[in-house]
């Protein structure tokens, strides 16, 4: 396939592919551009209850390909200096950072599964995501520092709600490499695989147990939990109550209840 990204469905569950692994995935515009394009598309789609973020070959991402930084902010001997091309660079930045944030914004549960380097912007990337899957040999950063930029398309604003405050600091800081282990230890992954084909098969398991509830409870869920981090306790309650309001008697809830009583798994609607 020519495709350097690409979706597929298979079981409800939508999946979306870096598929440019002779250069290890590094994110050139095909694919920092392409991906929130393919993330709606799924997101949109009603056949669709959990959409994972993978890529093929030994590497997840090399992270921003260098040829794409330097073309889109005109990495030259003649820096931008006047106050238009300026504006012009902070609105390229709005560009690269939005792309992420489809990801961080979908209404489905996003799952990256991740093998070998996600470094700089593709950490940035899998941050963006609301679990994170790995195999045991991947390694990351927040490699931004050693480039000498300011990591500045979601990690510093969504990995504090991952990890710990210090941690992220000496993370960020230090630019420095951390593995699958520490990765894990951190509670940046939730598991870890032998293998990159264990880790599709996980991932699958995974989002194949998350579907087989009620889509629309998940949804509900996911937007419960993105909402609350931005709210105090009490407002994230009067947020669920009103969700249960509007939501709690349902088919999925009436399913449900009469499947267990039945001893039964429940086929829910969700739409």
Known sequence: MDKKIFSEV???????????????????????????????????????????????????????????????????????????????IMEITKKFQDAFTTVAKTKKPTIAAIQGFSI????????????????????????????????????????????????????????????????????????????HEELIDGAMDLAKEIASNSPLVVKGVKMILDKGEDLTSDQSLDLVRMWSTSFLVSEDLKEGIFALMEKREPKFKGK
Do not use: H
């Not at 669709?48 to 040829?67: E, M, P, Q, W």
């Not at 950063?141 to 600091?169: C, H, T, W």
């Open 10 to 88: 298979k079981d409800n569950i939508g999946i979306i592919w870096l598929n440019r692994p002779e250069k290890k995935n590094a994110l050139n515009d095909e694919l920092w551009f392409g991906l929130p394009k393919l993330v709606k598309e799924l997101d949109n789609n009603d056949d669709v209850y959990v959409i994972i973020l993978a890529a093929k070959g030994d590497t997840f991402s090399a992270g921003i390909d260098i040829n794409l930084l330097v073309e889109a902010f005109d990495l030259n001997e003649d820096l931008r200096t006047n106050a238009e091309e300026r504006i012009e």
């Open 120 to 195: 700089g912007g593709a950490t940035n990337l899998v941050a963006s995501c609301d679990i994170r899957l790995s195999t045991k040999d991947a390694k990351f950063s927040i490699g931004e520092s050693k480039l000498g930029l300011v990591a500045d398309v979601g990690a510093l604003q969504r990995m504090p709600k991952i990890i710990s405050r210090g941690l992220l600091r000496e993370l960020a800081y230090t630019g420095k490499t951390f593995d699958a282990e520490q990765a894990k230890e951190i509670g940046f992954v939730n598991n870890l695989f032998e293998t």
